[in-house]
């Protein structure tokens, strides 16, 4: 932890636990549980919430690009467990992950002979799910084409899994609801077959959206992501309890007296109604704090919340404190998290950022620090 910096996501194992408890509860026994840690497990920190992940019990860990594979399988206590690359790989990989021991999804043919070759030198059957595009239009094999099935005839084995990805599965509207049942239909075909041919993969399609809405698709094993870190894809917030396991807070550098008329911060966007006190904060844009939360958003100070003004900068964020007397330099500021009895969600920071939950924590830089608590200790 920072003495010099302030600025601190403060990371709740405790709550993170908790979320997986909540997605056992959704799914029940005995569906495996893939606790997806991509993109340093969305800005959370892989490393130590891929440990805690796997002391919890879940079966598997996915991530999205080969170096964080490695990664995990060099990090110590996580040599065994099964970790699945979702994303996209290139072929020139193909010999480094599998004598890793590392499973690769794979959706093109090419990609596919590549893996079914290494296996062949290496001496021992690749690790690869299949994954079919049912109308994610990004990666796959599309579900009508069952061709990828011959490679698997005399290795049946190397057929790890069979996988496809859902578009609109955290939309409640009925006809994104009517687009999930139709790739779910399309899947349940492509698992048919695949089934008929005398293969037995471990089959898994659910998101975190599908884990909630979507119980059908729940299948051998689940692929929960944001929900894992709080974000709720229920847009009423009513069917699902995770708590929210990132907390971003820094601490006031100073407080400045403004008299009505002047402007704060660049581009002159907000100008002093009144006389006021305006606070100054060490974080910006630059610790991935998003611009566009500019004079639309509040954080908590003394268990109040104080609107942003002006524009965010680099570096530096202002906000109201006038009708805060007491709030001094030194004081504690959550940007987003809770304080006494306030709460500012990822899903309120998103909205006014128009963005998605994901994107505020997996843009948070790498110069904030995170601590992680647990229990009280950090």
Known sequence: MSDFRPTLATINLAAFRHN???????????????????????????????????????????????DEALELRETQGLAEIPILIVGPTFAEDAEMLQKANVSVAVGNAALLREHMAV??????????????????????????????????????????????????????????????????????????????????????????????????THYEMVRPGMMLYGANPDPNGEQLSVRQVMTLSTRIVSVHDRREGEPISYGRTYTMPRDGRIGLLPVGYGDGLPRS????????????????????????TMIDLTHIPEAVAGDEVVLYGGQGTERVSLEEVARHAGTIPYEITCQLGRRVPRAYRDSGAV
């Open 20 to 66: 997986l408890d909540e997605v056992r509860r959704l799914v029940g026994h005995p569906r495996g549980i893939m606790a997806v840690v991509k993109a340093n497990a969305y800005g959370h920190g892989m490393t130590v919430l891929a440990r805690e992940a796997t002391k919890w019990g879940v079966q598997a860990l996915g991530v999205a690009t080969a």
């Open 293 to 316: 939360l500019g004079g639309r958003a509040e954080v908590l100070v003394a268990g109040r919340r104080a609107p942003i003004r002006g524009r965010i900068c680099m570096d530096a």
């Open 119 to 216: 296996g062949r030198r290496l001496g021992q059957p690749p690790r690869i799910h299949l994954k079919f595009d049912t109308g994610m239009g990004r990666n796959g094999f599309r579900a009508d084409d069952f061709s990828a099935l011959d490679s698997f005839a005399q290795v049946p084995e190397a057929l790890e899994g069979l996988m496809t990805h859902f578009t609109v599965s955290d939309e409640p509207d009925e006809e994104s609801r009517q687009f999930t049942d139709g790739q779910c239909q399309a899947f349940a075909a492509v698992v048919r077959e695949v089934h008929r041919q005398g293969l037995r993969p471990v089959i898994h399609a659910a998101n975190s959206g599908a884990v909630l809405h979507h119980p059908a």
